[in-house]
Every structure is written in C-alpha cells, then in structure tokens.
C-alpha cells in the first residue's frame, strides 16, 4: 500500500504542485484548502487528488478533517504543512487581527495539524512532516513582522520536535522557499517586486516545481537521517 500525504493548502500555488509532485511519486495524496471551493473542484478534476476543506487555524477542524482523511485514505504518514497567508503592513499600521490572523495560520497551524497525527506516526515507528517556512522567517521582512514572526516560530517549531521524533522514525524538516511565483508573491506591487527580483543573485523568481522537489527529497526513505534541517530554496537571495 502507498504511503499517505496529506498536505495542507494543497490546491494551489507551491502546495498545489507538492500534491501533484506526492502523487506522480506514488503517494496516496490528500490536499486541504480552506475557502476557494471552485479552485478545488478544478484541481481533483484535473489532478484526481482528494481534497477537503477546513480551517488549520481551528484546532478542532484540524482534528475532524484529519480523521475524515484517515478514514477515506488511510493514517497520514507524510505531513506537509505549507498552507501559509500574508497580511502585510508597516508594523506602525498592522492591525491586531493582521497580527492574529497570520500567527494563527502560519504557526499555530503546524501545531493543530501535526499534534493530531503524531501519536499514530510515533506508534508505527515513521513519519515525515515537512514545515514550509519562508526566506522571510531567515531574514525578516520589512512590513512582515507578523510573517516573519510566525515563519521564524515553524523553524523553532521543527528543530525541537525534530528531537523528540528522531529515536521513533519520524524526521521533521523546514523549508525556506524564497521568492516563488505565486499569486501570493504576484499580490506585491510590482515595482516592490521588481527591486526584490534585483536582490535575488539567480536573477529570478523561483518555480513552484523547485521546493515541490525539495519536499519530495525530505519525504523520502533516502532523507531518513536528515532531520531539524532547514533547507533553504531561494536563487541565493540569502544564506542561512
Ligand atoms: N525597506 C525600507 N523601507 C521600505 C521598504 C523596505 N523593504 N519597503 C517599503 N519601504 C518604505 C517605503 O519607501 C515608504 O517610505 P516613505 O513613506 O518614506 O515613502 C514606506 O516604507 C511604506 O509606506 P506606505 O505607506 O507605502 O506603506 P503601505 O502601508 O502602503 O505598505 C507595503 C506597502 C505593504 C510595505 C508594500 O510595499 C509591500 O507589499 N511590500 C512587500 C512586502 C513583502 O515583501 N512581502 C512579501 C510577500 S510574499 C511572501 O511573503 C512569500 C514569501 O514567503 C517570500
């Protein structure tokens, strides 16, 4: 039987072609979204992935739709944590809910869905979770001092729990992504975008192919010693 990934945000942008790479490698893949029910339509239409929807900021939700996976799919072994928003503003301007909207997505999502599945992959002695954090996590980012905040809390995040499940077969892992084409990176203004692809030594933005490969590699049996690791995927924008 293949192995099951669930990955959240899976419908689209970098987490649509993680769910797309998974299956092409023969995962049993299950992609979560959490509002554009058109968008999932289209992406099992034309994928034939399963997708489900709940909020990874609901702890609860996180609960009842994993179960629901598990009981359609089978237990989760692969956990790719990449449903991710931004709300940027000048920390002068940025609003409570702006603050609380992305820290509740971006970090207390890892916890909400990994603590559920965790028992069950330390019971079966394997598991992967793979955390997408972001160059911006590394470095800060001006006008992103909730994102940065909550990217920085996903590498903590994986390197202490990378410790607690290295002795039970589960390795857990973050990736950095830099600046990849996605409609998220596509929201900047383009003359603020334009001076970030400036600063990027590639001279480029990256391809959502590129970090897909990455979680392919760290969800791999090859990547089973590697873990806490933070792998860093961003045209040398910067260097960790
Ligand atoms: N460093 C220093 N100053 C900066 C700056 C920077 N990087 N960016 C903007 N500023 C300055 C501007 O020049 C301006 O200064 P003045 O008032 O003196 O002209 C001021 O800061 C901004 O003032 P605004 O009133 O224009 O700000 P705003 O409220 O309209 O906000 C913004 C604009 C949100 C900052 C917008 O410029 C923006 O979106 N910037 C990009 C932020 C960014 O990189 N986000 C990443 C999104 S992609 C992502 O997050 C994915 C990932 O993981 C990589």
């Known amino acids: ?18 769910s797309t790479a998974l299956k092409s490698e023969g995962y049993t893949v299950a992609a979560t979204y959490a509002g554009n029910d ?39 072994d692969i956990l790719v944590n990449n449903a991710g928003i931004t709300r940027d503003a000048p920390f002068h301007k940025m609003t409570r809910d702006q603050w609380c909207d992305v820290i509740r997505t971006n970090l207390d999502g890892a916890f909400n869905m990994t603590h559920p599945v965790w028992n069950g992959m330390r019971d079966r002695k394997f598991g992967r979770v793979v955390n997408i954090s972001s160059i911006n996590g590394q470095k800060g ?22 410790q607690e499940g290295a002795r039970v077969g589960i390795t857990v892992n973050a990736i950095c992504p830099g600046y990849i084409a996605t409609e998220m990176v596509m929201a900047v203004p383009e003359k603020v975008r334009d001076n970030i692809v400036a600063q990027i030594p590639a001279g480029r933005l990256g391809e959502v192919s590129e970090i897909a490969r990455c979680v392919i590699f760290l969800a791999s049996d090859d990547a089973g010693y590697i873990t806490g690791a933070t792998l860093t995927a961003n045209g040398g924008q910067y260097m960790a």
């Open 1 to 18: 039987m293949s192995r099951v990934a669930l990955v959240t945000g899976g419908t689209r942008g970098i987490g649509a072609a993680i």
């Open 141 to 162: 980012q001006f006008a992103q001092t909730n994102y940065s905040a909550a990217k920085a809390g996903d590498i903590g995040f994986t390197k202490a729990l990378a």
């Open 38 to 76: 058109d968008k999932a339509v289209a992406f099992t239409t034309e994928t034939g992935i399963k997708t489900f929807k709940w909020d990874v900021s609901d702890y609860d939700a996180c609960v009842s739709g994993i179960a629901k996976v598990e009981t359609e799919l089978g237990q989760v």
